[in-house]
Structure formats: structure tokens, C-alpha cells
């Protein structure tokens, strides 16, 4: 991630946090643990558990300057001002997929944020972008590797 602004929701920059500090107070002891047990077994040259452990400390290392960078570049939802009615950045939007005739809900989240599984989509995405500034009846078309896919936007709430 280059130094940009990235958007957090109020729970996104609290689950960075939270697993920031879990990584800076748990996982670098216990990792530093298993470096200095593998280092009683002799020979770290031919060493797996060494290796391994070496390999795990990259790593958390690696995530903990990532989400400082992420928390550095952050700019958090509510202070964008919420257009009540319209989708913005945090908004619980539900829609109707006019091709299949299904109901989706999704929350527009950053692309930090953004876990599909959990119906959390990015608004750099393109049914993100697609659906954002739109308000309930409005129907937007997202361009899709299949063609071009239409949604109804049935109702559009701000999470508490």
C-alpha cells in the first residue's frame, strides 16, 4: 500500500489496532521463543524449526509495519459526513440483482476493510463504486467479466 489515504470504518480501526497490539505484545515474544528453542537444538544451518521460525517472524514484522501504515493513512468514515438516504462509505446497502432475481446486502467498506465473505465490499470495487451517492430505487449497472450486471437498490441504513 503506497502512503494513500485509506478510509477505515470506526470497527475496521479498531481490529487493526486490536490486532496490532496482539502482534506487538504475543506474537513477536512467542515467535522470539521458538527462535531461541530452535537455537538450543545446535546447528541452525540445517535447522527446520529455525527456519520455520525465522520465516513466521518475517512475516509478523512484516504485518505490524503494514497496518502502521495502514493506521498512519487512515482517515476514519464518520468524519466524511454522512448523506443519510444515499449510499456513502459505511453504508449497509441492500439490493436486488435484476438479472437473478436475488437479494444481496453489502457494507461499503475500504479496500483494507474489504472481505467479501462477510458481504464487506470495497469501494474501489466496481459494484462499490457502482453503487455509491445512489439512493433506494435507483438501478446501477456494474461492468462484470460475464457482460454488464443490474442492481436495484432496496434499501440503504448507516450501522450504528
Known sequence: MADREIILTPEGQR??????NYLKTVRRREVAERIKQAREFGD???NSEYDNAKNEQAFIEGRILTIEKILR????????????????FGSKVKVKDLDSDSESEFIIVGSAEADPAMN????????????LDHVPGDVVEVKV????????????SQPA
Do not use: F, Q, W
Open 44 to 46: 541452525i544451518n540445517e
Open 73 to 88: 493513512n487512515a482517515r476514519r468514515a464518520e468524519d466524511m459526513g454522512k448523506d443519510h438516504g444515499r449510499v456513502t
Open 120 to 131: 464487506r465490499i470495497s469501494n474501489e470495487s466496481p459494484v462499490g463504486k457502482a453503487l
Open 145 to 156: 467479466p460475464m457482460g454488464v450486471s443490474r442492481y436495484e437498490i432496496l434499501s440503504v
Open 15 to 20: 481490529k487493526l489496532e486490536e490486532e496490532l
